[in-house]
């Protein structure tokens, strides 16, 4: 089945920083990516749709210049936390789509990255 | 507003027990109904729905949908404490890219 691959699994960094997340698709090519954030006892909140060669599109609420989001390829897709502050320590989920495999295919997550910013 | 509405919230059971979970949602143009089993990492997909009445089973799961009720319900059988998790309800919306919205889970647990 279809393989999404997150990295890092979890990182600490100080206020003020940027971490950067990668997602990759592993056997198959994703034209869209999406990244969830959950926060502790939440559900996942869609943040952002990325989209392989223009602009990502970020959900309301979801600061575009604070969460950079780069599809570079059609199997990678980045997100940096920018200038991060302890609020935006959560459990950040990646996940992607084989288009190419079935029409009603499921969307498949990342094994998600765990951001505490101290 | 698209919203997913699952409940119980949490439960508690003993192994062997059989626990129904259920999933509402009140969302426009609705493409499929996807249930998902969280650990502690990131969820894996068990079933998707997309017609009314047809059951998805797999092993002790077993999943289906209504949609003339908007609801779902996710049945395990049997169940083991490795069937302690969070279950998710996701629904997908036509016309989007392909995103989910997703209920707030049911934590389960399983006790010996």
């Known amino acids: 089945g279809a393989v999404v691959s997150q990295h890092p699994s979890w990182v600490i960094c100080k206020s003020g920083t940027s971490v950067k997340i990668e997602c990759r698709s592993l056997d198959f090519q994703a034209t869209t990516m999406f990244w969830y954030r959950q926060f502790p006892k939440q559900s996942l909140m869609l943040m952002a749709t990325s989209n392989e060669g223009s602009k990502a599109t970020y959900e309301q609420g979801v600061e575009k210049d604070k969460f950079l989001i780069n599809h570079a390829s059609l199997t990678l897709s980045t997100l940096t936390v920018t200038s991060a502050h302890p609020e935006d320590s959560s459990f950040y989920i990646c996940?992607?789509?084989?288009?190419?495999?079935?029409?009603?295919?499921?969307?498949?997550f990342g094994n998600g990255t765990r951001l505490t910013v101290t | 507003e698209d919203k997913v509405v699952q409940s119980p919230l949490s439960l508690v059971v003993h192994e062997g027990d059989t626990v129904t979970l259920n999933c509402s949602y009140e969302v426009t143009n609705f493409r499929s109904l996807l249930w998902y089993k969280q650990e502690k990492k990131a969820p894996t997909f068990l079933f998707m729905l997309t017609s009314s009445g047809i059951e998805k089973k797999s092993g002790r799961l077993s999943s289906i949908l209504d949609k003339k009720e908007l609801f779902s319900i996710l049945n395990i059988t049997a169940t083991q404490t490795g069937d302690s998790a969070v279950y998710l309800c996701?629904?997908?919306?036509?016309?989007?890219?392909?995103?989910?919205?997703f209920g707030k889970g049911t934590k389960l647990s399983v006790k010996p």
């Open positions: 996940s992607a789509r084989d288009f190419g495999q079935l029409i009603n295919s499921p969307l498949h």
């Open positions: 996701a629904v997908e919306v036509r016309g989007s890219q392909g995103n989910l919205i």
